[in-house]
């Protein structure tokens, strides 16, 4: 790989007292350590998006376009609430529209007996309708409660970080795939040339 790919993970959660920053804790520990990645993070709760819509004039929109626009591919970890994902997510989503577009999207879910995967679900749709290609393999902790150590981190470290290295691999090459089709390689041919 001869440019690293710029992969936002992003927090889905922005409720007090969120498990959200446990499950992105011990992503960030493994991703950052990945040579061909360099990563950023968006948290709903530090952007403090307007809940209506006010245009691009709120400081929180700039930042989240820029991040959003640098990205190559995104993770997004998400809780489960109520069979769906949560509202703070869908406004993340909904405040941005052409930064997303024709990039990998992969999730980390969590949550009850599903696992979050009901609200993987629901994504999917949603960010379909911005573009994302969103990718099959995910990570997923159910009764996550069980599944982290009071260190932070997972009960079963050999199965979660095989399934993120899974997911990672796969992002990498969605991400490669779809920045060189963003940004192809122009050839210069004279006029003439390319005429006959």
């Known amino acids: 790989m001869k440019e690293k790919l710029n992969i936002a993970v992003i927090y889905g959660s922005a409720r007090e ?24 993070t968006v948290d709903p709760a530090r952007l403090n998006l307007p809940a209506r819509h006010v245009g691009d004039s709120h400081p929180g929109i700039d930042e989240l376009c820029t991040a959003i626009g640098e990205a190559d ?36 879910s969590y949550g009850g007996i599903s696992g979050g995967l009901r609200a993987v679900e629901h994504l999917r749709l949603v960010f379909a309708e911005q573009h994302v290609a969103t990718l099959r393999e995910t990570v997923s902790f159910h009764n996550v409660w069980d599944k982290f150590g009071t260190d932070g981190e997972p009960v079963d470290p050999v199965n979660a970080d095989a399934a993120l290295l899974r997911l990672t691999a796969d992002l990498k090459w969605w991400g490669c795939a779809l920045r060189e089709a963003r940004y192809p390689h122009v050839t210069s041919r004279p006029l003439e040339a390319a005429a006959s």
């Not at 529209?97 to 990039?103: A, F, G, H, L, S």
């Open 73 to 108: 591919g995104f993770i997004v970890v998400t809780p489960e609430y109520n069979h769906s994902f949560t509202g703070e997510l869908k406004l993340l989503i909904d405040a941005v529209r052409t930064p997303w577009k024709n990039k990998p999207l992969a999730f980390i």
């Open 17 to 40: 007292g969120r498990f959200c920053d446990t499950v992105v804790n011990w992503a960030l520990s493994r991703l950052q350590t990945d040579p061909d990645l360099c990563i950023d």
